[in-house]
């Protein structure tokens, strides 16, 4: 297909409840959308991950807008004739800004595939209808608060429980969650780097409770001191920050940096590559999961068909519209279960709902041909 116009739309929704990481506190999900539209008509929507501020990354809303607007767009509207599967080394050129080019690479994606009837699951290769899903619990106040907090999500009927750990937030938290709701819950923590290897006799201490994995407790540069922390405990280590494409998944499994891999199409610049990932910890025996940046519908639907592949076999941190936001932007997406259904519909198989997108926006900035 050909590019001929298209949109960046900044939105902004309140989150239902304030979101803290050892990074920052969130209150509501800013977002880029990608709208682009082809010289036949086809339109397409992608949703950039990053968030309004460089915290989790060094990505944020104005940097995908400059560098949207700036370079990425006009090198895919004079590329000509492109196929989705040509977008990530068309923006070769522009290094970095992996969220802004994924956002790019799934409008592109979206609105081919809506063109040829195909889902953006089946095109992936999923072969799940259904994936189960968990959430990611951030930190709160009091240990109180926190059992509040999961016994709510429980009763939703999430089966898995991510715990936002920092230090001084962490084994006591994490015990406590464990004597109220028992071993059956499947339990695990994420310390957005938060750590340095100094501390690793506290998250050696986490293994007496049975958790699933232990998510980027050090920077994101330092793979060595993940292999080290990974000889030292039992929980598995699992990296989300780190992985930024599928030659360095391979470098960190190769070196014992991590057993388990979580993957964010965003992270990594683009679905194509986040598949890619998935094949090569497929082949490497490495389980891969479904991260989450608190995405509207838009991004959740794509997250939805990424994890139907079947090398992700823990649940996603791919939640139900209503544990982030009180009106999605698309239809609702509604647990049944522990699991989330996968979008059957052409492209992404969602949406924005018109008059939910007009109150959410912030601004838009046209791409001209
Ligand atoms: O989308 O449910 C979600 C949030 C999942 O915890 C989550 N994401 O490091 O994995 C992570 C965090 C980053 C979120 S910062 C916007
Ligand atoms: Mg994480």
Known sequence: MRLASGELVVVRLPLVRPFRTSFTTQEHREAVLVHLVADDGADGWGECVASYHPFYSDEFTATVLAVGEQFLWPILRDAGQITAAHVHELLTPVRGHRMAKAAFELAVLDASLRTTGTSLADHLGGVRKRVDVGVSVGITDTIDQLLDVVGGYLDDGYQRIKLKIEPGFDVEPVRAVRDRFGPE?????????????????????????????????????????????????????????????????????????????????????????????????????????????????????????????????????????????????????????????????????????????????????????
Request: proline share 6%; net charge negative; with cysteine.
């Open 185 to 369: 819950v499947l339990l695990q923590v994420d310390a957005n780097a938060g750590y340095e290897m100094g501390d690793w006799r506290t998250l050696a201490a986490l293994d007496e409770h049975d958790l699933l994995l232990v998510e980027q407790p050090f920077p994101e540069d330092d793979l060595g001191s993940h292999a080290a922390l990974a000889e030292r405990i039992e929980t598995p280590v699992c990296l989300d920050e780190s992985i930024t494409s599928a030659a360095r998944a391979l470098e960190a499994i190769e070196m014992g940096a991590c057993s388990i891999v979580n993957i964010k199409a965003g992270r990594v610049g683009g679905f194509l590559e986040a598949r890619r990932i998935h094949d090569v910890c497929r082949a490497a025996r490495v389980p891969v999961w479904c991260g989450g940046m608190l995405e509207t519908g838009i991004g959740r639907a794509a997250n939805l068909a990424l994890a139907s592949l079947p090398g992700f076999t823990l649940p996603g941190d791919i939640s139900a519209s209503s544990r982030y936001f009180a009106t999605d932007l698309t239809d609702p997406f509604e647990l049944d279960g522990s699991t989330l259904a996968v979008p059957t519909g052409p492209g992404i198989g969602v949406t924005p709902d018109l008059d939910r997108l007009a109150a959410c926006t912030v601004s838009t900035a046209p791409l001209a041909d």
